[in-house]
């Protein structure tokens, strides 16, 4: 899209003069688009659609003049015509100069329209087709406005990655059973095995109007889904079993609330509540709910301590024995050194159930780092954590069961690699849990690949 500036009085003295001709003033193609682009800018809505209209008349396909015909017709309040003319520049637009002011257009239009949701994706397609990087930075711009000002927040999750562990089996091949002075072999279905996982998750998030500048409360909404494809030696270890037998779908919805306690807003509290259904293997598997209060002090300008506390009730559909209700209390530390972000949290929790192996206590430790600037164009982050638990009931081994859960990450954004805002994520992951019961003496090894949205 051809711009210029050019002042008001002038594009007033073109049209003085232009009407005191005694012949019409002939403009060639390229004068008519700046002529109608300066009357966009300089606020004559009317005029600026008269000549895009002219141009039309012209060409149909012109993406110049549809563009400016839908800006003028949102001006004039004409919103649904506003995005008709937008679609159609987009469609016909062949560069991306030209796609890049049709979404524009179009964004604009559905902003005004009320559908903020819809516009933030044309602002997406908008960064794409950027001209250039303050063309781009205008996008970004915008898409910022109109996510502050929209209550709906829909954030997507997609992940592929190969596991030495895809149904968390026993690294073990026989275990015994309290009391009992030989080894029972463990079915090969129950042993690790290897393959594909792949998830997708959505999770919307509605944001009510405050009642103050201090508090906020979402609704949210959430479903995820996550399969797996065994690999071709697992698939012979255990002919019985295909991927779908470790398929995990959960649907969720809840509520959460946060508040200011003071005015500097140093100190928040939050209450969340959340209840969801969930299937595995493509049976049912448990109905669950979840309570959380949660309290946020900030220290200084670089360091702030969290608490918080929460209570979950599974209930197990399909075997009932194994629900089980948990109470977990988490107290966190954060600081910027060197404007890295260093976290450190401890965990206690206790589980009550009629299953000697889900109830249990524990308690962790994690510890995380995010890297304030890219490495050669990759944001990086690392955690590190570590939970010892404690079954007192367990059936597989004399005097409690009792595992040590270890596990290391490792996170690369890669941040210049990017389409419509969104860029590619490798995580790198290894879990241990060290059981003096075999069937849980477990591991695995595994990189994910997915995706994050760079705004």
């Known amino acids: 899209m051809t711009r210029a500036f050019c002042p008001a009085w002038v594009l007033a003295g073109v049209m003085l003069a232009t009407a005191a001709l005694s012949e019409p003033l002939m403009l060639d193609v390229h004068a008519m688009r700046q002529l109608a682009f300066t009357s966009m800018k300089a606020g004559y809505a009317q005029d600026a659609l008269g000549y895009s209209d002219a141009l039309l008349q012209r060409d149909p396909g012109d993406s110049t003049a549809l563009t400016i015909r839908s800006q003028a017709l ?49 602002l997406r397609r908008a960064t794409q087709n950027a001209p250039n990087a303050r063309a781009e930075a205008i996008a970004r711009r915008d898409f910022g406005y109109v996510k502050s000002r929209n209550p709906w927040n829909i954030q997507i999750n997609a992940t592929v990655a190969p596991s030495s562990n895809v149904n968390n089996g026993s690294q073990q091949d026989s275990l015994t059973l309290a009391g009992l002075p030989f080894e029972f072999e463990i079915p090969e279905g129950s042993q690790a095995l290897s393959g594909f996982e792949a998830g997708l998750g959505v999770r919307a998030t509605y944001r009510f109007a405050a009642s103050g500048p201090d508090r906020q409360t979402r609704a949210v909404f959430g479903v995820l889904g996550h399969t797996v494809s065994l690999s071709s030696e697992a698939r012979r270890r255990a002919p019985d079993l295909n991927g779908w037998d470790f398929a995990y779908t959960a649907v969720e919805a809840g509520l959460s ?60 559909v399909d075997s009932p024995v194994q629900s ?58 690392a955690g590190l954590g570590v939970e010892a638990r404690d079954f007192a009931g367990s059936r597989y081994v004399v005097g409690g069961r009792e595992d040590v859960k270890m596990t290391a990450s490792l996170s690369m954004s890669f941040d210049q690699v990017n389409y419509m805002g969104f860029s590619p994520v490798l995580n790198l992951r290894a879990t241990r849990n060290r059981s003096n019961a075999a069937l849980y003496d477990t591991q695995d090894v595994g990189v994910t690949l997915g995706i994050k949205s760079s705004f």
Do not use: C
């Open 74 to 122: 949102r001006a004039l309040g004409r919103v649904d015509e506003a995005q008709r003319a937008a679609r159609l520049a987009w469609t016909s637009a062949t560069t991306n100069p030209g796609r890049f002011g049709a979404s524009m257009a179009m964004a604009q239009a559905l902003s005004t329209d009320g559908r903020r949701t819809a516009a933030q994706w044309w």
């Open 324 to 381: 089980s209700d948990r109470v977990e209390v988490a107290l966190g530390y954060e600081r910027l050194v060197a404007e890295d972000r260093f976290s450190v949290g401890v965990t206690a929790a206790r589980a009550v159930s009629d299953s000697g192996e889900v109830g249990n206590e524990a308690v962790g430790l994690t510890l995380s780092w995010d890297k304030s600037e890219p490495v050669a164009g990759v944001s990086l982050s």
């Open 257 to 316: 609330h946060r508040r200011a306690l003071d005015e500097a807003g140093i100190t928040s509290l939050s209450f969340a509540g959340t209840a969801g259904h969930n299937w595995y293997g493509g049976e049912v598997l448990s109905d669950y709910l979840q309570v959380q209060i949660g309290l946020d002090h900030k220290l200084d300008d670089r360091s702030a301590v969290n608490f918080g506390i929460s209570a979950d009730r599974v209930l197990r």
